[in-house]
């Protein structure tokens, strides 16, 4: 680990009761990085993303974040750090309103004209939201849900954001807007950014790094322009298959 790396991850091992899934994935986050993992279904991405929030307890190997070593903090103590998680699935509080998501959050932040400058801030990269404001989470639409849920994480002003999947089921478009936000986020605000997808084709103009996960293994890893398809989808899908698309 350099000191220009917010994030390292060493020799991780992690299962599920006698399953183990996760067989030694090292890698580290730059800071201001954008970091891709990719992989097939179970590769054991959400598994490594919820070990870095704290949600997984590990067999073995280390996780530092900011030099400090954070392996099997709470997943409170691992957000007061600085790391916000986005999970999966676009969890919105679906009755309340876009401002109260965003505010969710906040509750027990002291310097609430802080809060109500990161609110603004917020919105800033998410104008959309700010047309919503009034409207119950519930009624917005995937692409917004997914502002969304970034937004709220935002609003504890984090270092380091891992995001799962946050493509999934959007349009390419909408994708494409949620990553030129992350550039921009990155730009000026400093964040790192550590997110999982399925396809490394949704973050190949993003990413500056890509890894490809496999059956609990880092297959592969590189920057967008040295990793060639026929690399990617080897380690995708294992070298000497035939298996066609989504890797590329
Ligand atoms: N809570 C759990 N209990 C038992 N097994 C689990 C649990 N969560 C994940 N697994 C198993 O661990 C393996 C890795 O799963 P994980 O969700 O980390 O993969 P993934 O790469 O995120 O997959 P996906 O693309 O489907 O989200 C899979 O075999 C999965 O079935
Ligand atoms: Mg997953």
Known sequence: MTSADIL????????????????????????RG???????????????????????????????????????????VISAKGIAFVPEGRHVFASLTVEENLRSGTFRRKDRGA???????????????????????????GGEQQMLVIGRALMCRPRLMLIDEPSLGLAPKVVEEVYETFLRLRAEEGLSILVNEQSSRRVMRYADEIMVLRDGIVQIRGTPSTLTASALHDAYFGAGTFESGKAE
Do not use: C, W
Request: no cysteine.
């Open 8 to 31: 390292q991850v060493r020799d991780l091992r992690l299962g599920y009761g006698r399953k183990m899934v996760l067989h030694g994935v090292s890698f580290e986050v730059p800071v």
């Open 34 to 76: 954008l970091v891709a993992i990719v992989g097939p279904n179970g590769a054991g991405k959400s598994s490594t993303l919820g070990a870095v929030a704290g949600g997984n307890s590990l067999a073995s190997g280390s996780i530092t974040f900011e030099g400090e070593n954070i392996s099997g903090a709470s997943p409170e």
């Open 115 to 141: 809060v109500e400058g990161d609110l603004e801030r917020v919105l800033q990269y998410f104008p959309r939201l700010r047309e919503r404001l009034r409207q119950p989470g519930g009624k917005m639409s």
